[in-house]
Structure formats: C-alpha cells, structure tokens
C-alpha cells in the first residue's frame, strides 16, 4: 500500500446523501483507478483516469462520479448514495494502461 | 463473456508443504498475467507477474507458470507459511477499451500450522 492513501477508511452513511472517497498518491502514476469489491463479484472497475480533467468510465459506473484536479488526487463521489452501494472501494494506481496495478488499503463503505 | 477464473475457491496446507493455485483464462489475446495476494482487511498486493513471451518466472518462494497452448496460469509457493494465509487471485490485461485488467474471483489459501 505504500505510496497510496484512500481516506476514510471507514464510512457509514444514510440513503440519499452524498459521498466522496479520496485518494492521494505519492508515486507519480499517469493511471488512477477506482474498483469496488464484493463477495461473489470480485472487483469491478468504477471509474479510471488516465491524466487530470481525463476520466472515463468503467463496468459499474452508474450512481458515481470522479474528478481529478491534481496528478496525485482522484475523488470518487457518490451524489446519492443507495444500499446497493455498501462495499469495499479500492483506489489503484498503474504507470501504464494494462500494467499491473497498486492498491490502497481500501475504504469500507456503509449505506444504511 | 471471456474472464479469468480459478478452478478451487479454497486450499488447504500444512506448513511447510508447497501450494499450488490454478488459474484459467480464456482470452487469447492476453498477453500479460499478474498474481495477488489480499491479506483480510487489506487491498491486493501485487506478487509476481509474467508476460506471454515466457512459461515461468521465479520469485522469492513463488514461480509463476503459464501454459499458453491450454490457457492456463499457475502460482506455486514453495514451503509455505502461516503468513501465506490470504485470498490469492490472477489478472490478465484484458486489451479490452475502458478495462484495464481482468481480475478472477480468487482462492482463499489456509495454511495450518
């Protein structure tokens, strides 16, 4: 996990309010990304960025948005969030598109 | 669709014994593998990877083995530990728009002491 920091670790919210998971790198990375992990899916790509302002979409995108603003930041918001949404977020980092990942410590999300 | 599995959700060892995790691919074109160990309550770390120029790769306690010709990734760690315990899963770089790798659902390793 070193050089990646997601923040907070731990979050419980209630249905309808809004989220935002962060993710702070110190490696210099072109390639953020956000994954969620859940049992019996394993983990599934939200959204990736392959530079700042430059986002797109991965396979489970609806109900979150992303921004990155600086190399080193990649916000993952969710406007409103939903049960379904209750998992574990994992923020990655690669050098290259398709190269092996770095992971943070993951964010324990809670939508109750 | 095309996606990489693992042929047995759970393992289980004694200490000292060698583990060997399977893992089948099914995209052809594929040309890059990678191996990751998640620890309970910690991200996925990375342990070893092999691109399709080559049939094995060693690290420090782990060899990495690919059959190309059955589609077939294997991760074998020799005298293996307690601290071995974790879910152990392969990714494949799927070259695929908007996905970077592919990731299989894993194999939980329980090394008994």
């Known amino acids: 996990d070193a050089g990646i920091t997601q923040s907070p670790r731990h979050k419980v919210t209630e249905t309808g309010t809004p989220v935002t998971l962060r993710c702070h790198q110190t490696?210099?990375?072109?390639?953020m990304y956000w994954y969620r992990q859940d049992p019996g899916h394993g983990l599934r790509l939200i959204h990736y960025?392959?530079?700042?302002?430059?986002?797109d979409k991965g396979e489970v995108s609806d109900g979150y948005s992303v921004s990155r603003s600086k190399t080193e930041d990649f916000l993952l918001t969710l406007e409103s969030a939903t049960s379904s949404q209750t998992s574990v977020y994992f923020c990655?980092?690669?050098?290259?598109?398709?190269?092996?990942?770095?992971f943070g410590s993951g964010t324990q999300l809670s939508v109750l | 669709g095309e996606s990489v599995g693992l042929h047995l959700p759970t393992l289980s060892v004694q200490e000292g014994d060698n583990s060997i995790i399977n893992c089948a691919y099914s995209n052809s074109a594929s040309d890059y593998f990678i191996w990751y160990k998640q620890e309970s309550g910690k991200g996925p770390q990375f342990i070893i990877d092999?691109?399709?120029?080559?049939d094995k790769r060693q690290g420090q306690r782990v060899t990495v083995l690919l059959n190309k010709t059955v589609k077939h990734l294997s991760l074998q760690i020799a005298a293996t530990q307690p601290g071995d315990s974790a879910v152990y899963f392969c990714?494949?770089?799927?070259?695929?728009?908007?996905?970077?790798?592919?990731f299989g659902k894993g194999t939980t390793l329980s090394v008994s002491s």
């Open positions: 490696e210099n990375h072109r390639y």
């Open positions: 990655a980092i690669s050098a290259g598109w398709g190269e092996k990942l770095f």
């Open positions: 990714a494949e770089n799927s070259n695929q728009a908007g996905t970077a790798l592919i």
């Open positions: 960025s392959y530079g700042v302002k430059d986002t």
């Open positions: 092999i691109r399709s120029n080559m």
